[in-house]
Protein backbone atom coordinates (compact mmCIF):
# COMPACT_ATOMS: atom_id res chain seq x y z
CA UNK A 1 0.00 0.00 0.00
CA UNK A 2 1.53 3.59 -0.98
CA UNK A 3 2.00 5.58 2.10
CA UNK A 4 0.52 8.46 0.71
CA UNK A 5 -2.79 6.49 0.32
CA UNK A 6 -2.20 5.22 4.07
CA UNK A 7 -1.64 8.70 5.55
CA UNK A 8 -4.83 9.56 3.64
CA UNK A 9 -6.68 6.43 4.80
CA UNK A 10 -5.14 6.96 8.23
CA UNK A 11 -5.00 10.05 9.51
CA UNK A 12 -7.26 12.45 11.17
CA UNK A 13 -6.31 15.34 9.20
CA UNK A 14 -7.30 13.97 5.92
CA UNK A 15 -11.04 13.39 6.99
CA UNK A 16 -12.08 16.40 4.87
CA UNK A 17 -10.17 14.67 2.02
CA UNK A 18 -11.86 11.32 2.39
CA UNK A 19 -15.31 12.23 2.50
CA UNK A 20 -14.92 14.48 -0.71
CA UNK A 21 -13.49 12.08 -2.12
CA UNK A 22 -15.91 9.48 -1.28
CA UNK A 23 -18.41 11.42 -2.77
CA UNK A 24 -16.66 12.33 -6.55
CA UNK A 25 -15.44 8.98 -6.75
CA UNK A 26 -19.33 7.32 -6.80
CA UNK A 27 -19.41 9.71 -10.22
CA UNK A 28 -16.39 9.05 -11.36
CA UNK A 29 -16.10 6.98 -14.49
CA UNK A 30 -12.83 4.23 -14.78
CA UNK A 31 -13.12 2.89 -18.43
CA UNK A 32 -9.75 1.15 -17.58
CA UNK A 33 -11.21 -0.79 -14.69
CA UNK A 34 -8.37 -0.40 -13.37
CA UNK A 35 -8.59 2.28 -11.10
CA UNK A 36 -9.20 1.41 -7.28
CA UNK A 37 -6.30 -1.12 -7.52
CA UNK A 38 -4.12 1.77 -9.08
CA UNK A 39 -5.09 4.24 -6.38
CA UNK A 40 -4.08 2.01 -3.44
CA UNK A 41 -0.65 1.22 -5.19
CA UNK A 42 2.11 2.53 -7.01
CA UNK A 43 -0.16 4.33 -9.30
CA UNK A 44 -1.51 6.75 -6.75
CA UNK A 45 -0.30 10.16 -7.87
CA UNK A 46 -0.94 9.53 -11.20
CA UNK A 47 -5.05 8.33 -10.08
CA UNK A 48 -5.21 10.95 -7.95
CA UNK A 49 -3.96 13.79 -10.74
CA UNK A 50 -6.72 12.28 -12.75
CA UNK A 51 -9.43 12.88 -9.90
CA UNK A 52 -8.15 16.36 -9.92
CA UNK A 53 -8.67 17.25 -13.55
CA UNK A 54 -12.01 15.34 -13.50
CA UNK A 55 -13.23 17.54 -10.10
CA UNK A 56 -11.84 20.92 -12.52
CA UNK A 57 -13.51 19.86 -15.71
CA UNK A 58 -16.51 19.16 -13.87
CA UNK A 59 -16.61 22.59 -12.37
CA UNK A 60 -16.18 24.57 -15.51
CA UNK A 61 -19.05 22.71 -17.13
CA UNK A 62 -17.73 19.78 -18.74
CA UNK A 63 -19.44 16.76 -19.52
CA UNK A 64 -17.07 13.92 -20.00
CA UNK A 65 -17.69 11.39 -22.52
CA UNK A 66 -16.34 7.92 -21.24
CA UNK A 67 -16.43 5.56 -24.60
CA UNK A 68 -13.01 5.77 -25.11
CA UNK A 69 -10.16 4.94 -22.90
CA UNK A 70 -7.89 7.10 -24.07
CA UNK A 71 -7.14 10.24 -24.39
CA UNK A 72 -7.61 10.19 -20.63
CA UNK A 73 -10.74 12.39 -20.73
CA UNK A 74 -13.23 13.88 -23.29
CA UNK A 75 -15.05 17.31 -22.42
CA UNK A 76 -17.65 18.25 -23.99
CA UNK A 77 -19.45 21.59 -23.17
CA UNK A 78 -21.31 25.13 -23.73
CA UNK A 79 -17.59 26.45 -23.90
CA UNK A 80 -16.02 24.22 -26.51
CA UNK A 81 -14.97 20.28 -26.71
CA UNK A 82 -11.31 18.87 -26.19
CA UNK A 83 -9.52 16.03 -25.52
CA UNK A 84 -6.69 15.61 -22.33
CA UNK A 85 -4.10 13.12 -21.59
CA UNK A 86 -2.87 13.18 -18.03
CA UNK A 87 0.51 12.10 -17.21
CA UNK A 88 2.74 12.33 -14.63
CA UNK A 89 6.56 13.04 -13.57
CA UNK A 90 7.78 10.11 -11.25
CA UNK A 91 10.96 9.64 -9.18
CA UNK A 92 13.63 8.22 -10.62
CA UNK A 93 14.53 4.51 -9.55
CA UNK A 94 17.91 6.36 -8.67
CA UNK A 95 17.25 9.90 -8.06
CA UNK A 96 20.71 12.13 -7.94
CA UNK A 97 22.27 13.37 -5.13
CA UNK A 98 21.95 17.26 -4.47
CA UNK A 99 24.71 18.61 -3.35
CA UNK A 100 25.66 22.13 -3.41
CA UNK A 101 28.11 21.32 -6.61
CA UNK A 102 25.27 20.22 -8.83
CA UNK A 103 21.93 22.10 -7.19
CA UNK A 104 22.16 25.17 -10.13
CA UNK A 105 22.45 22.44 -12.67
CA UNK A 106 19.80 20.11 -10.79
CA UNK A 107 17.08 22.64 -11.52
CA UNK A 108 17.99 23.97 -14.52
CA UNK A 109 18.95 21.06 -16.35
CA UNK A 110 17.59 17.28 -14.72
CA UNK A 111 13.76 18.99 -13.88
CA UNK A 112 12.86 20.04 -17.48
CA UNK A 113 14.79 17.02 -18.73
CA UNK A 114 12.07 14.72 -16.04
CA UNK A 115 9.40 17.09 -18.05
CA UNK A 116 11.18 16.38 -21.32
CA UNK A 117 10.74 12.54 -20.92
CA UNK A 118 6.89 12.48 -19.52
CA UNK A 119 5.71 14.85 -23.00
CA UNK A 120 8.02 13.48 -25.19
CA UNK A 121 6.74 9.91 -24.47
CA UNK A 122 3.04 11.03 -25.14
CA UNK A 123 4.15 12.37 -28.66
CA UNK A 124 4.68 8.50 -29.49
CA UNK A 125 1.38 7.67 -28.62
CA UNK A 126 -0.48 10.00 -31.65
CA UNK A 127 -3.22 10.08 -29.92
CA UNK A 128 -4.40 12.81 -32.74
CA UNK A 129 -4.42 10.03 -35.52
CA UNK A 130 -7.63 8.55 -33.52
CA UNK A 131 -10.90 8.79 -35.54
CA UNK A 132 -12.61 10.22 -32.50
CA UNK A 133 -10.10 13.28 -31.88
CA UNK A 134 -9.15 14.20 -35.39
CA UNK A 135 -9.82 17.63 -35.45
CA UNK A 136 -10.02 18.33 -32.09
CA UNK A 137 -8.00 20.54 -29.42
CA UNK A 138 -5.44 17.58 -27.89
CA UNK A 139 -3.88 18.79 -24.44
CA UNK A 140 -1.27 17.19 -21.82
CA UNK A 141 -2.08 17.39 -18.31
CA UNK A 142 1.54 16.63 -16.26
CA UNK A 143 1.57 17.08 -12.89
CA UNK A 144 5.36 17.15 -10.92
CA UNK A 145 5.66 14.28 -7.67
CA UNK A 146 9.33 13.19 -9.04
CA UNK A 147 10.39 14.76 -5.25
CA UNK A 148 8.73 15.69 -2.54
CA UNK A 149 6.89 18.95 -3.07
CA UNK A 150 8.50 19.10 -6.74
CA UNK A 151 5.16 21.04 -7.69
CA UNK A 152 5.85 23.68 -5.71
CA UNK A 153 8.68 24.37 -7.72
CA UNK A 154 9.33 23.25 -10.79
CA UNK A 155 6.53 24.77 -13.00
CA UNK A 156 9.56 27.68 -13.73
CA UNK A 157 11.17 24.39 -15.32
CA UNK A 158 8.52 23.32 -17.14
CA UNK A 159 7.70 26.39 -18.98
CA UNK A 160 11.02 27.04 -19.87
CA UNK A 161 11.21 23.23 -21.12
CA UNK A 162 7.90 23.47 -23.38
CA UNK A 163 8.47 27.41 -24.88
CA UNK A 164 12.79 26.92 -24.94
CA UNK A 165 13.55 29.98 -23.35
CA UNK A 166 14.51 30.95 -20.39
CA UNK A 167 13.45 34.95 -18.14
CA UNK A 168 16.27 36.46 -16.57
CA UNK A 169 16.12 40.09 -14.89
CA UNK A 170 18.08 42.35 -17.52
CA UNK A 171 21.25 43.42 -15.65
CA UNK A 172 20.97 46.87 -17.48
CA UNK A 173 17.51 47.33 -17.11
CA UNK A 174 16.84 46.14 -13.43
CA UNK A 175 12.72 44.87 -13.55
CA UNK A 176 12.93 44.13 -17.15
CA UNK A 177 13.26 40.42 -18.45
CA UNK A 178 15.45 39.38 -20.77
CA UNK A 179 14.44 36.15 -22.75
CA UNK A 180 17.38 33.67 -23.82
CA UNK A 181 16.60 31.05 -25.97
CA UNK A 182 17.40 27.57 -24.75
CA UNK A 183 19.08 25.37 -27.25
CA UNK A 184 19.20 22.03 -24.73
CA UNK A 185 20.19 20.25 -21.15
CA UNK A 186 22.44 17.67 -20.41
CA UNK A 187 23.07 15.84 -17.08
CA UNK A 188 25.24 14.00 -15.82
CA UNK A 189 27.73 13.33 -19.40
CA UNK A 190 24.38 11.94 -20.93
CA UNK A 191 23.01 13.25 -24.62
CA UNK A 192 21.87 16.40 -24.53
CA UNK A 193 18.07 16.89 -24.63
CA UNK A 194 16.72 19.68 -27.07
CA UNK A 195 14.40 22.41 -25.12
CA UNK A 196 11.65 23.47 -26.60
CA UNK A 197 8.74 21.04 -26.61
CA UNK A 198 6.48 23.11 -28.82
CA UNK A 199 9.23 23.27 -31.67
CA UNK A 200 9.93 18.96 -31.63
CA UNK A 201 8.50 17.09 -34.79
CA UNK A 202 4.66 16.20 -33.90
CA UNK A 203 4.07 18.46 -30.97
CA UNK A 204 2.07 20.95 -34.00
CA UNK A 205 -0.58 18.34 -32.70
CA UNK A 206 -0.87 19.20 -29.06
CA UNK A 207 -2.40 22.61 -28.39
CA UNK A 208 -1.77 23.19 -24.96
CA UNK A 209 -0.24 21.69 -21.62
CA UNK A 210 -1.95 21.62 -18.78
CA UNK A 211 -0.28 22.24 -15.34
CA UNK A 212 -1.47 22.86 -11.60
CA UNK A 213 1.05 22.86 -8.48
CA UNK A 214 -2.22 22.96 -6.52
CA UNK A 215 -3.85 19.50 -7.54
CA UNK A 216 -2.49 17.94 -4.93
CA UNK A 217 -4.18 16.01 -1.86
CA UNK A 218 -3.88 19.83 -0.06
CA UNK A 219 -6.33 21.10 -2.58
CA UNK A 220 -8.46 18.10 -1.92
CA UNK A 221 -8.45 17.97 1.97
CA UNK A 222 -9.49 21.88 1.96
CA UNK A 223 -11.98 21.61 -0.78
CA UNK A 224 -13.19 18.67 1.53
CA UNK A 225 -13.37 21.04 4.48
CA UNK A 226 -15.09 23.84 2.76
CA UNK A 227 -17.79 21.67 1.66
CA UNK A 228 -18.56 20.76 5.43
CA UNK A 229 -16.57 17.04 4.99
CA UNK A 230 -14.98 15.73 8.03
CA UNK A 231 -14.19 16.89 11.16
CA UNK A 232 -14.95 20.32 12.99
CA UNK A 233 -11.32 19.74 14.48
CA UNK A 234 -9.42 20.08 11.96
CA UNK A 235 -7.55 23.55 11.32
CA UNK A 236 -5.78 24.51 8.29
CA UNK A 237 -3.82 27.46 7.33
CA UNK A 238 -1.97 27.70 4.13
CA UNK A 239 0.40 29.97 2.68
CA UNK A 240 1.83 30.80 -0.36
CA UNK A 241 3.23 32.90 -2.84
CA UNK A 242 0.12 34.32 -5.58
CA UNK A 243 -0.55 37.27 -8.04
CA UNK A 244 -3.14 39.35 -6.50
CA UNK A 245 -4.07 41.88 -9.19
CA UNK A 246 -0.20 42.85 -9.66
CA UNK A 247 2.80 42.11 -12.19
CA UNK A 248 4.73 39.76 -9.40
CA UNK A 249 3.53 37.29 -7.40
CA UNK A 250 3.11 38.24 -3.29
CA UNK A 251 3.06 36.50 -0.27
CA UNK A 252 -0.55 35.26 1.06
CA UNK A 253 -1.56 33.88 4.38
CA UNK A 254 -5.40 32.20 5.36
CA UNK A 255 -7.07 29.93 7.50
CA UNK A 256 -9.27 27.76 5.88
CA UNK A 257 -11.87 28.29 8.28
CA UNK A 258 -12.54 31.83 7.90
CA UNK A 259 -16.02 32.55 6.81
CA UNK A 260 -14.61 34.10 4.19
CA UNK A 261 -12.25 31.52 2.47
CA UNK A 262 -13.29 30.51 -0.84
CA UNK A 263 -11.44 28.44 -3.55
CA UNK A 264 -11.95 26.88 -6.47
CA UNK A 265 -10.84 23.39 -8.18
CA UNK A 266 -9.53 25.56 -10.92
CA UNK A 267 -7.66 28.04 -8.64
CA UNK A 268 -3.55 27.91 -9.93
CA UNK A 269 -4.53 26.07 -13.03
CA UNK A 270 -2.30 27.24 -15.87
CA UNK A 271 -2.56 26.80 -19.69
CA UNK A 272 0.66 26.88 -21.80
CA UNK A 273 -0.43 27.22 -25.08
CA UNK A 274 1.22 26.34 -28.42
CA UNK A 275 1.64 29.02 -30.73
CA UNK A 276 2.25 26.53 -33.33
CA UNK A 277 -0.54 24.19 -32.85
CA UNK A 278 -2.66 23.02 -35.69
CA UNK A 279 -5.64 22.94 -33.57
CA UNK A 280 -5.63 26.11 -31.02
CA UNK A 281 -7.43 25.84 -27.44
CA UNK A 282 -9.74 28.93 -27.21
CA UNK A 283 -8.95 30.97 -24.39
CA UNK A 284 -12.83 30.61 -23.06
CA UNK A 285 -12.38 27.15 -23.10
CA UNK A 286 -10.78 27.43 -19.36
CA UNK A 287 -11.91 31.03 -18.41
CA UNK A 288 -10.97 30.63 -14.75
CA UNK A 289 -7.40 29.41 -15.69
CA UNK A 290 -3.90 31.47 -16.55
CA UNK A 291 -3.28 31.63 -19.90
CA UNK A 292 0.66 31.69 -21.32
CA UNK A 293 2.21 32.01 -24.83
CA UNK A 294 5.02 33.48 -26.34
CA UNK A 295 4.73 37.01 -28.17
CA UNK A 296 7.52 38.57 -29.69
CA UNK A 297 10.00 35.86 -28.48
CA UNK A 298 9.12 36.23 -24.62
CA UNK A 299 6.40 34.01 -22.28
CA UNK A 300 3.61 36.21 -21.42
CA UNK A 301 0.63 35.55 -19.07
CA UNK A 302 -2.81 36.41 -18.30
CA UNK A 303 -3.99 35.84 -14.66
CA UNK A 304 -7.00 35.72 -12.36
CA UNK A 305 -7.37 37.98 -9.55
CA UNK A 306 -6.15 35.58 -7.31
CA UNK A 307 -3.54 33.28 -9.30
CA UNK A 308 -1.36 30.75 -6.29
CA UNK A 309 1.76 29.43 -7.80
CA UNK A 310 2.58 27.99 -5.33
CA UNK A 311 1.31 26.96 -1.20
CA UNK A 312 1.91 24.99 1.86
CA UNK A 313 -0.97 23.64 3.84
CA UNK A 314 -0.29 23.55 7.30
CA UNK A 315 -2.92 20.89 9.50
CA UNK A 316 -3.76 21.12 13.02
CA UNK A 317 -5.84 18.53 14.84
CA UNK A 318 -7.08 18.56 18.82
CA UNK A 319 -4.37 15.71 19.10
CA UNK A 320 -1.67 18.05 17.93
Known amino acids: MATTFREL ?18 YFEDPDGNFVQQFQSTGFDARFWELYLYAAFTELGYALDRRHAAPDFHCVGPLGEFFVEATTVNPSDRPPEITEENR ?48 TWSNTA ?10 NEDPAAPGQIKPQLIEGYRWEGKEPVPAGFFKQAGSEHVSAVLANPEGTISKFNRMGFISKFGGRDVHMMRRGLAYQGGTSPQHFFREIAEAKYSESWCEGLEVFHNPTALVPLPEFSMLEAAHTTVQGG ?23
Open 9 to 26: LEQRGYSPARGILDAMTY
Open 298 to 320: QIVSSHPPFFPVGSMTLILTVED
Open 104 to 151: EQYYSDYVPIKFASVLRSKLLKRYWERPHVQGKPLLLAVQDFHAKGAM
Open 158 to 167: LREYLYGIRQ
